[in-house]
């Protein structure tokens, strides 16, 4: 908390090393929660990419009295969701309707990510409802408190949950026992 009212201060001030030092505390954070929100590496990358870029571009003008991991992580739910109400506008296509559809290489680094159970769990988590989605990352890939994330999200700390365990029970109904 004391390092990030320093990093903030600094990031207000003009000073390159208190954004240097809060993309290397933050980045890999942000990026498991992108990544399980959007179960698509190259698409989480960029939104922690644009939320940096967002940061860099408005720090002189921040109002954050020292809640920077939380002012980050609300940035990038806000930048996900923009992206996936933009993709839900777009026509989509069948499959079947699509001609010449290669299978995508994926880098070393992802190998160990892209396992067939994590690539289930993912496609089942990506099958519940966004705010039961949302909560359960928060919780267990962000590794907050359900109070910091009602806190984040201006619920009630009984919604949020409400939230991870109906989230929960449907995950479990949706992989049949498998897990």
Request: hydrophobic share 40%; charged share 25%.
């Amino acid at each position: 908390m004391i390092e990030d009212m320093l990093l903030i201060w600094k990031l207000k001030n003009g000073r390159e090393q208190g954004f240097v030092r809060t993309y290397v505390k933050y980045k890999n954070y942000l990026l498991k929660i992108a990544y399980a929100l959007m179960n698509n590496s190259e698409q989480a990358e960029d939104v922690v990419q644009d939320v940096f870029v967002s940061l860099a571009e408005s720090a002189p003008r921040l109002r954050l009295n020292g809640n920077l991991k939380g002012y980050l992580v609300r940035s990038l739910i806000n930048r996900v969701y923009n992206i996936k109400k933009a993709q839900s506008a777009k026509p989509t296509k069948r499959l079947s309707e699509c001609q010449g559809v290669c299978s995508p290489q994926h880098r070393p680094d992802q190998w160990v990510l892209l396992s067939d159970e994590l690539r289930r769990v993912h496609q089942v988590l990506n099958e519940l409802p966004d705010e039961q989605r949302l909560v359960i990352t928060l919780h267990l890939r962000g590794n907050l408190k359900f109070k910091q994330i009602a806190n984040l999200q201006g619920l009630s700390i009984n919604t949020v949950q409400s939230r991870y365990r109906y989230g929960l029970e449907k995950l479990r109904i949706l992989l049949n026992g498998e897990v």
